[in-house]
């Protein structure tokens, strides 16, 4: 697993950050059990209204997103395909050592 700030995340999801861009994101879960260290994201009217209550220090919303809350946010235009290109970098994929067979 990687650590990754939400600058840095920012610029991979293409999106725009807004406050502690120095966060240090270590992983990735949902609205409801995401930590401090996790990055989380609310891509519909159901997930948005459940965002204030979620702990997690990263959430990627849409652009119109307006909620308050402890998290850092990056805007982007489809924040379901964000966290997938977020998750291939917190969770890189493991290739195996060369070997003979």
């Known amino acids: 697993m990687a650590v990754i700030t939400v600058l840095q995340l920012a610029e991979i999801c293409g999106g725009t950050a807004e406050g502690d861009t120095a966060r240090e994101i270590s992983g990735a879960s949902g609205l409801e059990s995401a930590t401090a260290a996790d990055l989380s994201f609310a891509a519909n009217k159901k997930a948005i209204a459940a ?43 493991k290739h195996p050592a060369p070997s003979i067979h």
């Not at 402890?70 to 805007?75: A, L, M, N, P, Y």
């Open 51 to 93: 965002a204030g209550a979620s702990k997690a220090g990263c959430l990627l919303a849409p652009l119109s997103f307006d909620g308050k809350g402890d998290w850092t946010v990056i805007r982007v235009p489809e924040p379901r395909a964000a966290f997938a290109r977020a998750l291939a970098v917190l969770y890189p994929k």
